[in-house]
């Protein structure tokens, strides 16, 4: 199985900031990297496909980048609903395997 | 968009099997490939599995002597089931619409999750 972590696993952050998370996976898989987000009680929700393709509905404040082993999601203002945990997903070679995850809360 | 619904037993004793459906409404189930992901309460996502409506599914190893993944055209929905269930496999289970490409994919639509606890 191909292998993800995520830096950091958690972070706090307040209204405005830019908030940027790092998914670095274990071996090069193109760009086949995908994010979600999950609230508390909710199905995570894609944000981003294939690194850098946002998708249909999700505001323009999320951004994604890089290829190979190393990726990033950007957040260019956070706002008060993208309190959340983040999740990167490997979609390389099955099983299709995700990070570990990021909690991003109030500071 | 797709829409899912899982629906199932809450709770399921040791050793025996979990029935899952999900329901698709908004589409077709011929149009997509489906797919199964877990979560232990507290913990990470885990993928179980996809398939299409024909072929072979594909489900992930630490799983495969165990799990089965089926779609049934007619009635537009697709099913889980896992065996020889152990307290491990307490976990919200969900169902998503895989959009395959290149051998590759991303989970665009997801059902709310269905919580399966392993207790006697």
């Known amino acids: 199985d191909i292998q993800i972590t995520q830096s950091p696993s958690s972070l706090s952050a307040s209204v405005g900031d830019r908030v940027t998370i790092t998914c670095r996976v274990g071996q090069t898989i193109s760009s086949y990297l995908n994010w979600y987000q999950q609230k508390p009680g909710k199905a995570p929700k894609l944000l981003i496909y294939v690194a850098s393709s946002l998708q249909s509905g999700v505001p323009s404040r999320f951004s994604g980048s890089g290829s190979g082993t190393d990726f990033t999601l950007t957040i260019s203002s956070l706002q008060p609903e993208d309190f959340a945990t983040y999740y990167c997903q490997q979609s390389y070679n099955t099983p299709f395997t995700f990070g570990p995850g990021t909690k991003v809360d109030i500071k | ?120």
Request: hydrophobic share 30%; proline share 6%.
């Open chain 2, 1 to 120: 968009q797709v829409q899912l619904q899982e629906s199932g037993p809450g709770l399921v004793k040791p050793s025996e099997t979990l029935s899952l459906t999900c329901t698709v409404s908004g589409g077709s189930i011929s149009s997509y490939y489906w797919s199964w992901i877990r979560q232990p309460p507290g913990k990470g996502l885990e993928y179980i599995g996809y398939m299409y409506y024909t072929g072979s599914p594909n489900y992930n190893p630490s799983l495969k002597s165990r799990v089965t993944i089926s779609v049934d055209t007619p009635k537009n929905q697709f099913s889980l089931k896992l065996s020889s269930l152990t307290a491990a496999d307490t976990a919200v289970y969900y169902c998503a619409s895989l959009y395959y490409f290149d051998s590759s994919g991303y989970l665009d639509n997801w059902g709310q999750g269905t919580l399966v606890t392993v207790s006697s």
